[in-house]
């Protein structure tokens, strides 16, 4: 059995053991998370704010042109492997478990009308990257923005968004004592977040490398708001 066959089966191993991570009010299950939604009761959850693939590394108008993969600060080499839209199903499914939902890139997927959209300003200088970034919401409030850079170092996903944009989130539209659903962990930022601003947080991963890395940054995280200043 070749090397990579050996990965992926390992790979699936660990996705049918469903491992959960706990840390502190965050909640980290590595599984399939339409799966999972589908033995969930409804509205289980206050507030879903996800970002799930929005398939930007297929070729064509409306999925970025293969743009993601082809990026010379993507060094994932796994993107075309993850980066698959969501069936319908998923939205269903994350529309009956949670009240209210925050999904970015909205633009990309057959989602009903709303008044209510984020912006995220990347403050991006180079003109042939996206300016920024639309979360389409279930609220019925006015259109809303939020400047950040994101041009840092140490990023773990390609896709990683600041974690100061998820506490702009919570501080806008979840309530004291919401529970939160991220469906796709990615790097933690919405973990990282959550926890800094109180939040009960369930989470999904797929993907056993990222669960890792996210794990790791949000344990480093801890140790640092633990340390005596």
């Given at each position: 059995?070749?090397?990579?066959?050996r990965q992926?089966?390992?790979?699936?191993?660990?996705e049918?053991m469903?491992l959960?991570y706990?840390?502190?009010?965050?909640t980290?299950?590595?599984?399939d998370?339409l799966?999972?939604?589908?033995?969930?009761?409804d509205n289980?959850?206050?507030?879903?704010?996800?970002?799930?693939p929005?398939?930007?590394?297929?070729?064509?108008?409306?999925?970025?042109?293969?743009?993601l993969?082809?990026?010379a600060l993507?060094t994932d080499?796994?993107?075309?492997?993850?980066?698959?839209?969501?069936?319908?199903?998923?939205?269903?499914?994350?529309?009956?478990?949670?009240?209210?939902?925050?999904?970015w890139?909205?633009?990309y997927?057959?989602?009903?009308?709303?008044?209510?959209?984020?912006?995220?300003d990347k403050?991006q200088?180079?003109?042939?990257?996206?300016?920024?970034?639309?979360?389409?919401?279930s609220?019925?409030k006015p259109a809303?923005?939020?400047?950040?850079?994101?041009?840092?170092?140490?990023?773990?996903?390609?896709?990683?968004?600041?974690?100061?944009?998820?506490e702009?989130i919570?501080?806008?539209y979840?309530?004291?004592?919401?529970?939160?659903?991220?469906?796709?962990?990615?790097?933690g930022?919405?973990?990282?977040?959550c926890?800094?601003m109180?939040?009960?947080l369930?989470?999904?991963?797929?993907?056993?490398?990222?669960?890792?890395?996210?794990?790791?940054?949000?344990?480093k995280?801890q140790?640092q708001?633990q340390?005596?200043w």
């Amino acid at each position: 059995m070749s090397i990579d066959k050996r990965q992926k089966l390992f790979q699936r191993v660990l996705e049918m053991m469903h491992l959960t991570y706990q840390m502190d009010d965050i909640t980290l299950h590595h599984r399939d998370c339409l799966e999972a939604m589908r033995e969930m009761e409804d509205n289980t959850f206050d507030l879903a704010i996800v970002d799930p693939p929005y398939e930007l590394g297929t070729v064509g108008a409306y999925r970025g042109a293969g743009k993601l993969a082809k990026r010379a600060l993507n060094t994932d080499t796994k993107i075309q492997q993850w980066d698959k839209a969501p069936p319908p199903e998923y939205f269903e499914e994350l529309m009956r478990v949670s009240k209210n939902q925050i999904i970015w890139g909205g633009n990309y997927f057959d989602l009903p009308p709303t008044r209510c959209v984020i912006a995220w300003d990347k403050c991006q200088p180079w003109t042939n990257f996206s300016q920024w970034e639309m979360a389409w919401t279930s609220f019925s409030k006015p259109a809303a923005l939020f400047k950040k850079d994101n041009r840092t170092g140490g990023k773990i996903h390609p896709t990683q968004k600041p974690v100061e944009l998820y506490e702009w989130i919570l501080s806008k539209y979840a309530n004291d004592g919401d529970t939160i659903l991220d469906t796709h962990f990615g790097s933690g930022s919405n973990g990282i977040a959550c926890h800094n601003m109180g939040y009960s947080l369930t989470a999904f991963e797929i993907d056993g490398d990222y669960i890792s890395r996210s794990v790791d940054r949000i344990k480093k995280h801890q140790i640092q708001l633990q340390l005596p200043w």
